[in-house]
Each structure stands twice: as structure tokens, then as C-alpha cells.
């Protein structure tokens, strides 16, 4: 083991964390092999038992790993999942439909605050009409976001923002054009299906198994255009595991291929880091990553974002880069103050924490 860890760059356990996963994901620690004692890895690193206890925790609640009984650490991931065996029979009655969950509401008073610094600070570029890709200072702001939460190598310019994830679905079907075959999840959030209906593109329902798209479905789809909810999918709550999440890269690899990730809710994970997004994991270059701040925020806001991969960058503002932006700039300059402040990160701090103890 050659795992490096700075100490001067917190939390160490994060560090640790990647380096086994990448080792995992490499077939460096095969399917069923164990993962090096946690004693022997806090006299290799000069770390404390709670830092591993900490990283394997989080392979362990990613899938990649479980602790099991007079064994220790045991991978469970392997590179041929999905493909190497019949996908399982699932009935109707398999998945049992939930409701949105509901989370403490954004502090008022932080908004309001935030509100009236605005319009305070920024009245006159208020005035202003936002660009169309949406207002440079917003998104620079989520590029920052993601780059220091959710692990995702992104430019602004591959920020397009718009006026929640239904106008979004739009504007990616018309830049990727009619000639696609669309596969969506089944069941799947009520407005998916009937937005690719009404944009007359052919679409096929692709069932979900126990931990997302069943896998015979997704080897025989005709569809080269996926849109999954990788995170707590609606109505089911299904959670796509880490072997799910490589078996779409993987599946997107080939042939032109492309996921549309629905990143909705994720931010409210109970594991103690953020999920691991699709956009971060592939390295194709061949991922349309999506959020709205509809559940972090307010509905109210009807604010959402899509990072397009660099590939398509220039194909969107060809094809697309004349549509105004449909966010007032108020909403937007608001937001970047909330992500900016650090008041965004907190209030989804607050809420995850409060959740891990209820569970």
C-alpha cells in the first residue's frame, strides 16, 4: 500500500477514502478480497483508528465494501455486475411507491437578509437582462459548489441556467435533437414521460430492479439516451449502488452514448459525504448532470441548472445559445450570495446532520 494523505488538507478521511475506492474501482482489491486491517492502515498512515473507521464507512455506505463478522472489510464491487448475469424478474408490487420527503425549510430570516443585500449592493446590474446562459456571478458560483462538494471538474461556461428541470428536459431534447431514442426510469417522476411525449421523440420505459435500471433491460434497450435519478428515485426511493452507478458509465461508454443525471435531492444524503455523481465518476466526457434548489432552497424559486459536458458546449450554443435566460436576475444574483456566503452549505449541513441522527 502506497496511499498518500496530507494532513495539512482536511478531512483526512476523505483522502483515504478515494485512494481505496480508485484502488477498488481498478480491480486492485478484487471482488470478495478484504481491505488491509484498520490497524495496519493507522501504523502505515500515522492517522487515528477514527479517521479509517471513518473512510471505510463510507465505502461501506457507497456499496463498495461491507464489514462482515470475523472477516473485517470485504469488497463487493465488481466491474462485471450487470452484464455477467440475468438481470432479476421484478413484478409491479416489488417496488413500493413513497412520498417527497420533507426537510426543514431554509432559514426565512437568512433569505430575507440575503434578499435585501441584494438589493442593497446590486441594484444597478439588476436592471441589467441576464445573459443567456444565465448571470456569469451565478454560475461561477455553482461551479465553485461543485467543485468543493460534489466533486465535479467543471468550467462555468458548461452552466446553462433555466427555470426548473422541466424546461431543462426541453432544451436538452431539442440540442440533442429527435434522432435519439430516449430510456427513462420505470416508474419515474410524473412530468419525465409526458415531456418526451410531447416532444414526439421515441422513448422506452426501462424498468428498475432493487438498485436502479434493471440490467437485461439496459443490455437490450434500443435507447442510446438514458435519463436516471441515480439518488432516491420518485416514486420508489430506489438509491442506485455504486455497481449500478459504473454499470451506466460503463453502458455510456460505447457508441455515442449519453446519461442525463437527475441530481435532485442527493444534496440531503444521510451518508457523510455527498453521493458520488455519474458526472464525476465517468471519464467520457458523455454526462448531462442536472439540479433544480427546489428542495434545498424553495420551490418557490423555480431556479435549476444543468452542466453540460464539454463535448456539447459549443453544440448548445449553436444550436441553442439564443434563448433568453428565464431566471429574473434578482433570483440569480440571490442565489450566488447564498452559495457565496456559505449560507447555502450550511442550511444542507444543518439538515444532514439532523437526519443522520434521526437514523
Not at 29 to 51: A, F
Not at 164 to 173: D, F, H, K
Request: include cysteine; charged fraction near 25%; charge should be neutral.
Amino acid at each position: 500500500m502506497k496511499y498518500v494523505i496530507d494532513k495539512n488538507s482536511r478531512p483526512v478521511y476523505l483522502q483515504i477514502y478515494k485512494q481505496i475506492r480508485q484502488d477498488i474501482i481498478d480491480g486492485i482489491y478484487p471482488y470478495l478480497s478484504k481491505l488491509p486491517s484498520m490497524r495496519l492502515l493507522c501504523d502505515e498512515l500515522g492517522v487515528s483508528t477514527v479517521t479509517i473507521e471513518h473512510a471505510y464507512a463510507l465505502l461501506c455506505d457507497e456499496g463498495y465494501v461491507e464489514a462482515r463478522e470475523r472477516s473485517g472489510f470485504v469488497v463487493i464491487f465488481r466491474e462485471s455486475d450487470g452484464f455477467a448475469a440475468p438481470a432479476e424478474t421484478h413484478t409491479k408490487h416489488s417496488i413500493v411507491p413513497q412520498s417527497y420527503h420533507t426537510y426543514p425549510e431554509f432559514p426565512f430570516s437568512v433569505l430575507r437578509k440575503t434578499m435585501r443585500k441584494v438589493l442593497s449592493d446590486d441594484a444597478d446590474v439588476l436592471r441589467e437582462r441576464s445573459p443567456n446562459a444565465g448571470c456569469p456571478e451565478l454560475r461561477e458560483a455553482i461551479k465553485n459548489y461543485l467543485i468543493r462538494n460534489r466533486g465535479m471538474n467543471v468550467e462555468s461556461s458548461q452552466i446553462i441556467v433555466g427555470s426548473g428541470a422541466e424546461y431543462l428536459y426541453g432544451l436538452i431534447i431539442t440540442m440533442l435533437g429527435r434522432k435519439h431514442v430516449y430510456g427513462i426510469e420505470s416508474p419515474s417522476y410524473k412530468k419525465i414521460e409526458p415531456i418526451y411525449s410531447a416532444a414526439d421523440v421515441e422513448h422506452e420505459l426501462l424498468p428498475l430492479s432493487h438498485d436502479g435500471i434493471d440490467s437485461l433491460a439496459l443490455t437490450k434497450t434500443k435507447a442510446n439516451v438514458i435519463h436516471t435519478t441515480p439518488y432516491r428515485s420518485f416514486p420508489t426511493g430506489i438509491t442506485a449502488s455504486a455497481n449500478k452507478r459504473h454499470e451506466y458509465i460503463r453502458w455510456a461508454s460505447k457508441n455515442g452514448r449519453i446519461i442525463i443525471e437527475d441530481d435532485f435531492e442527493s444534496e440531503f444524503s444521510v451518508s457523510s459525504k455527498p453521493e458520488d455523481t455519474l458526472f464525476s465518476l465517468s471519464n467520457y466526457d458523455n454526462v448531462i448532470y442536472m439540479n433544480t434548489f427546489s428542495k434545498t432552497i424553495s420551490p418557490a424559486l423555480r431556479v435549476g441548472y444543468m452542466v453540460l459536458p464539454k463535448c456539447l458546449v459549443s453544440e448548445f450554443d449553436k444550436k441553442l445559445g439564443f434563448y433568453s435566460c428565464t431566471v429574473p436576475t434578482f433570483e440569480q444574483f440571490v442565489l450566488a450570495e447564498l452559495i457565496n456566503s456559505g449560507d447555502f452549505e450550511r442550511h444542507i449541513n444543518r439538515v444532514r446532520r439532523s437526519l443522520r441522527k434521526k437514523h
